[in-house]
């Protein structure tokens, strides 16, 4: 299966960011053969609709699931509807991608079944 | 002629202003207010219109139909806002993220997108007793966008033949605040004599300079602070056309819905002089 992961760098030695739609990067990783490739977010630095964009690129990029420390509900609807399965990874330690991959296969991250918090959407315009 | 009061910090005494100048106004000439302080408007509490027109605002949003779409994902790609994703085979609107530009429904090559009014608020208009053409925009609450309302609010009769209109601007440098200076012959910034009044009077001043619209100070509170407002004007060549002494009698008026003129009406010349002068400058 090909997991997303939110990072704050472009190696599997980064730290995890538990941020989603704002997340510096994913690190997309084969949970079978360890085979991985890292991306920077397009929607780091959005307007708006950031949750959206990332959701699409993850999406775009073949991830089936996504591990993150939190999902917002149009993020949600997005992955949800691309049939992206959501995981959530705890945002309040250090943890490395490696980390989180290593919780992922050993079944530790709960699902996500809702969006875990309300849109940021608004702003100045 | 249009005038616009603006000032960035808010509780400088825009609407203050902007009602008593109304007022002196319409003595002599039709006179329409716009309260474009559409996330809170507050000048009818002072002008107290008959508020007998209504009309729903919005901005068009599209619909997308499942049966004629093919998800070539364009409509996705050509949005700014990201209020319009193609996954697999779906296409979801997110209406709070979308801006209304119709650039989606321009790039479908299958016609598979209709626009729909996504209400945001109304307009509402009618007449003061002093028989000022009044209109204010309410944006809903929950609404993260104040400028398609000012938009149309601005637009509303347009053929409305009033001599000077008064355009009431929210607070703050931001986008509401750009639309509704955009367009206005002449910018009256109302601050006050302190740190914080001066840090937004710059970004307003910078605003108008920006968009070539002639400008006056209006110094609110005169007597607290500082005088950096005054050295500010100075080197930028503003004038400063009236100031309006910190008084409490005036404040408690204020706050008790009276206009500035009616509790302090010595300051009537004050605003007969400025309206002569902005009127000057426009005409010249």
């Known amino acids: 299966m090909k997991l997303a992961i939110s990072i704050s760098g472009k190696k599997l030695s980064s730290p995890f960011d538990a941020r989603f739609g704002r997340a510096?990067?994913?690190?997309?990783?084969?949970t079978e053969t360890g085979k991985w490739e890292a991306f920077d977010?397009?929607?780091l630095s959005a307007s708006g609709g950031a949750g959206v964009q990332a959701s699409q690129f993850v999406a775009e990029h073949g991830a089936e699931a996504v591990a993150s420390g939190a999902f917002g509900p149009n993020a949600f609807d997005t992955l949800d509807a691309a049939n992206v399965e959501m995981y959530l990874a705890p945002g309040n330690k250090a943890h490395t991608a490696a980390e989180v991959l290593e919780m992922f296969k050993a079944g530790q991250l709960p699902k996500a079944e809702a969006a875990t918090h309300e849109g940021h959407h608004g702003g100045s315009h | 002629m249009q005038i616009v009061t603006a000032s960035g910090k808010g509780g400088t005494g825009k609407t203050t202003v902007a009602t008593s100048l109304a007022l002196i106004a319409?003595?002599?000439?039709?006179?329409?207010?716009?309260?474009?302080?559409?996330?809170a408007p507050n000048a009818g509490l002072f002008l107290e219109p008959v508020l007998d027109a209504r009309k729903e605002v919005g901005i068009l949003i599209p619909q997308v139909?499942?049966?004629?779409?093919?998800?070539?994902?364009?409509?996705?790609?050509?949005?700014?806002?990201?209020?319009?994703?193609?996954?697999?085979?779906?296409?979801?609107?997110?209406?709070?993220?979308?801006?209304?530009?119709?650039?989606?429904?321009?790039?479908?090559?299958?016609?598979?997108?209709?626009?729909?009014?996504?209400?945001?608020?109304?307009?509402?208009?009618?007449?003061?007793?002093e028989q000022i053409d009044f209109a204010q925009g309410v944006m809903n609450v929950g609404?993260?966008?104040?400028?398609?309302?000012?938009?149309?609010?601005?637009?509303?009769?347009?053929?409305?033949?009033?001599?000077?209109?008064?355009?009431?601007?929210?607070?703050?440098?931001?986008?509401?605040?750009?639309?509704?200076i955009r367009g206005a012959d002449f910018a009256l910034l109302v601050t006050e004599p302190t740190p914080f009044g001066l840090h937004d009077l710059k970004q307003v001043a910078e605003i108008v300079k920006e968009l070539d619209i002639p400008a006056g100070v209006v110094i609110n509170r005169d007597g607290i602070g500082d005088s950096a407002v005054e050295a500010y004007c100075e080197d930028s060549a503003l004038p400063i056309l009236i100031r309006i002494p910190m008084e409490r009698r005036i404040a408690e008026a204020i706050a008790s819905g009276k206009l500035l003129l009616e509790a302090a009406p010595e300051y009537r010349p004050d605003f007969e002089a400025m309206l002569k002068t902005i009127v000057a400058e426009v005409s010249a």
């Open chain 1, 24 to 30: 510096a990067a994913f690190c997309i990783v084969d």
């Open chain 2, 143 to 180: 609404e993260p966008m104040a400028v398609p309302i000012i938009r149309e609010l601005k637009k509303w009769i347009p053929d409305s033949s009033s001599e000077i209109e008064i355009w009431d601007a929210p607070p703050g440098a931001s986008c509401p605040v750009v639309e509704t």
């Open chain 1, 41 to 43: 977010n397009p929607a």
């Open chain 2, 26 to 39: 319409a003595e002599q000439d039709s006179v329409r207010f716009l309260d474009c302080d559409v996330e």
């Open chain 2, 65 to 129: 139909d499942e049966e004629t779409c093919t998800y070539c994902g364009k409509c996705a790609e050509v949005c700014q806002f990201h209020a319009i994703a193609v996954v697999g085979k779906k296409t979801l609107v997110f209406p709070e993220l979308c801006h209304g530009c119709g650039s989606c429904t321009l790039v479908c090559p299958e016609n598979a997108i209709t626009e729909h009014l996504n209400v945001m608020g109304v307009l509402e208009g009618g007449s003061t007793p």
